[in-house]
């Protein structure tokens, strides 16, 4: 049977750098990996992103959101399905970063994926810079995603203070208790800068496994997280503070996508309230998405039309 990881996180937290590191280790291990790339949003900007794995021989696949969540499970199904008849030893699955995480579980415990795949990994990826306070659904979504977790990694270490990763540590407890899990995390994450990880390291994730455990679930089908796509404009860098601190905008948690140079080449955006990071990449298009709870649309359109022409 194929196995199939799980690499989870919210929003922002760096799912996509990790697997990255993690698809190389495996391919270089032997492993022909799969990654189904499984967007909250209509236009998938992590497909992009781990383009470059392709030439390494790592195939990339992806289902787009912007759709009823009935619809989305069922696109995530039949591409699962087309999947498990290819001859991956490995799939990675990178959902958003609000992903309701019983569809993973609920989708391959059916037929005919139960025949196909067994679960090999749920690796939970968190900010070590996290924010203490979170509203009632992100804090949810955050607790289920480390509920069933075999390893959490902290991300972003080399940037935060020990202080701050112990306030992180004791935040992820705190959130299984919100949830009236009984689970609490000790051994189980790993605390080191990614860019020093070594095979032991990468060992020991491969073979972490899944915990089942139960919580009190509490988000329902019609949550008030949503995107807004802005496509096809030149955006300028301090559009983004603009959009980050307006508090009419609504919370906004993450702004991400691509925008062209004055050379032509192309930024890959990555912006929070915490950092914004601007690096080049090879590829992209012209498209910024804002992802957050309770988005006033309205507003956001206002303030794009006062920095774009």
């Known amino acids: 049977m194929k196995k199939i990881d799980l690499i989870t996180g919210f929003l922002g937290s760096g799912k996509t750098s990790f697997i990255k590191k993690y698809a190389r280790y495996l391919i270089k291990q032997g492993f022909k990996v799969g990654i ?92 070590a810079n996290i924010e203490e306070e979170l509203s009632e659904q992100s804090e949810f979504i955050f607790a289920s995603m480390l509920a069933n977790a075999g390893m959490v990694l902290l991300s972003k270490t080399e940037c935060a203070q020990k202080d701050k990763i112990s306030q ?28 020093n990880f070594n095979d032991s390291d990468y060992e020991r994730i491969l073979n972490c496994g899944y915990v089942a455990e139960d919580y009190v679930k509490t988000l329902d089908e019609d949550n008030a997280f949503n995107t807004i796509y802005i496509m096809n404009k030149k955006i300028p860098e301090e559009l983004f503070n603009k959009l980050l601190n307006d508090n009419e905008c609504g919370e906004v948690f993450r702004i991400k996508g691509f925008v062209k140079a004055s050379d032509n080449n192309w930024l890959q955006i990555n912006a929070t309230s915490k950092e914004i990071c601007i690096d080049e990449i090879a590829l992209g298009q012209e498209i910024i998405i804002v992802i957050g709870e309770n988005l006033n649309e309205t507003r956001i359109n206002e303030i794009i039309g006062e920095y774009v022409l």
């Not at 992806?62 to 999947?83: P, S, Y």
């Not at 391959?108 to 025949?115: A, D, G, H, I, Q």
């Not at 540590?169 to 605390?191: V, Y």
């Open 36 to 127: 189904l790339i499984n967007d909250y949003g209509a236009v998938n900007v992590d497909m992009m992103l781990l383009q470059d794995l392709q030439k390494e021989g790592c195939e990339l696949e992806m289902v787009a959101g912007g759709c009823d969540a009935e619809c989305h499970r069922r696109r995530f199904k039949t591409k699962l399905i087309a999947m498990g008849m290819s001859d991956y030893d490995r799939v990675l699955i990178e959902p958003s970063g609000i992903f309701d995480v019983d569809e993973f579980f609920d989708a391959v415990y059916e037929e005919p994926l139960c025949k196909w795949y067994e679960i090999g990994n749920v690796i939970t990826i968190v900010d």
């Open 168 to 195: 992180t540590i004791a935040h992820i407890n705190k959130s299984m208790e919100k949830i009236k899990c009984k689970r609490r995390f000790e051994h189980e994450i790993l605390i080191k800068d990614w860019n």
